[in-house]
């Protein structure tokens, strides 16, 4: 049974005083804190590239377990929509390069946004279970730095960059449960980018997610015959602190279990959920946990998650 064995992640140390951001705009601490709940957004480095930012994740999976050699990574994917460059080749072929893995390495790249984590894991799991493979390793790195307009306000305050890297193989500590996906390609215009410049229209975008995910969440426990009370945690996507509330009050079922915590991270984008499960759900004694992933596309995935 391939599934999530060990997750770890890199956040720049350097980035932006979300206070002073806030403060530019005419935005005080309640609104920085209350709405946005991102006080600081690490930023990487000019001279730092998207899979400079992969290989520095997954050096920190390595470091976290030393069983896990270089040469037993049978596959690599990595979930960004800012790659390298100009996106071409692939950043998963230069984070292998880079990183020293072998060449029999299957390795590619999913563009995908704040859904990425969940469709990630699942294609990782399908792909090497179909191809007979022993480890594989999910990266998530999509750096909104690169394209946010430092002069909007409706995107400025609210994304930070980091990446993470999961080793998925056997005898996982977190096993993959049923899941449900899902897109609407009409809500498009609502997050795109049009010459290097990122675009997004809030509003519809708050609508989206407080219409469509706690539904999801809910269809998908009556779908694994489970209940709220069944669920340990809710890791959803942390897009921004009225997104994350809105969505528990919405819920309704339990509202108290939905992790928010981006105070120093903001908006990570696909990193955001395995930054939750890293820090909040591998270390515990919890049984199951509920993620979901919500953004551009539009685009949406939910998953159950469960110790075997």
Aim: aromatic share 8%; hydrophobic share 45%.
């Amino acid at each position: 049974m391939i599934g999530i064995k060990s997750i770890a992640s890199y956040v720049p140390a350097a980035g932006l005083d979300n206070y002073a951001q806030g403060a530019k705009f005419g935005k005080d601490e309640e609104f920085i804190l209350g709405k946005i709940g991102s006080a600081f957004l690490p930023r990487k480095g000019d001279e730092q590239e998207t899979s400079d930012l992969c290989v520095e994740a997954v050096n920190a999976l390595f470091a976290a377990n030393p069983a896990l050699s270089r040469d037993a990574i049978d596959a690599l994917i990595v979930v960004t929509q800012n790659g390298d460059a100009e996106g071409l080749p692939h950043t998963a072929a230069i984070v292998q390069d880079k990183l020293g893995l072998p060449t029999h390495v299957a390795a590619f790249d999913i563009s995908l946004g704040c859904s990425g984590y969940v469709y990630g894991i699942y294609a990782l799991k399908g792909f090497m279970e179909a191809a007979g493979l022993k480890n594989g390793l999910l990266v998530t790195a999509d750096p909104y730095s690169k394209i946010v307009d430092p002069e909007d306000r409706n995107t400025v305050m609210l994304f930070g960059d980091a990446a993470t890297a999961t080793w998925m193989g056997e005898d996982p500590v977190w096993a993959l449960g049923k899941s449900a996906f899902g897109t609407d390609g009409s809500g498009a215009p609502h997050l795109k980018v049009t010459d290097g410049v990122f675009f997004m229209n809030g509003r519809q975008v708050f609508n989206f997610a407080l219409l469509k995910v706690p539904a999801h969440l809910h269809e998908l426990l009556e779908q694994s015959q489970l209940a709220a009370d069944d669920i340990d945690a809710f890791c959803i996507h942390q897009g921004s602190a009225a997104i994350v509330d809105a969505v528990a009050r919405r819920f309704e079922d339990k509202p108290e279990k939905f992790v928010k915590d981006m105070v120093e991270t903001g908006n990570t984008v696909s990193s955001s959920i395995p930054l939750l499960l890293e820090k909040h759900a591998l270390d515990t004694t919890w049984k199951r946990v509920a993620i979901s992933g919500f953004g551009v596309g539009l685009s949406w995935g939910s998953a159950i998650l469960h110790r075997p």
